[in-house]
């Protein structure tokens, strides 16, 4: 199993920026897929903002394309979501995800609030 946990959430201005972390308790390279998911509070299932299959290149959600940036440390063994221009509809619980051994594991989830 898969321990991943979030973190970086917080509150934040229009036009702000927060950078996401999700730290994973193994060595990435074992894990082909990886992504950031956010559940809004219109919404109750999550929906994409960002993902990156191993060695292949990053896919955006189209509302996020240019403001967020996904990236991966491996040495740190860190999933980031750097975003920037933040909006009021960002405004939500984001996870991240992995796919290990055919299994999608996801963490607890961590709280962005956008907000004048």
């Not at 509302?63 to 939500?92: C, H, W, Y």
Request: charged share 20%.
């Amino acid at each position: 199993q898969v321990q991943l946990v979030e973190s970086g959430g917080g509150f934040v201005q229009p036009g702000g920026s927060l950078r996401l972390s999700c730290t994973v308790s193994i060595n990435m390279f074992s894990l082909k897929y990886m992504g950031w998911y956010r559940r809004t509070p219109r919404k109750s299932a999550r929906e994409l903002v960002a993902s990156i299959f191993s060695g292949g290149q990053p896919k955006y959600a189209d509302s996020v394309k240019g403001r967020f940036t996904i990236s991966t440390d491996d040495r740190e063994n860190t999933i980031n979501l750097q975003m920037s221009n933040l909006k009021p509809e960002d405004t939500a619980v984001y996870y991240c995800t992995v796919l290990y051994r055919r299994t999608n594991c996801w963490g607890q989830g961590t709280q962005v609030t956008v907000s004048s």
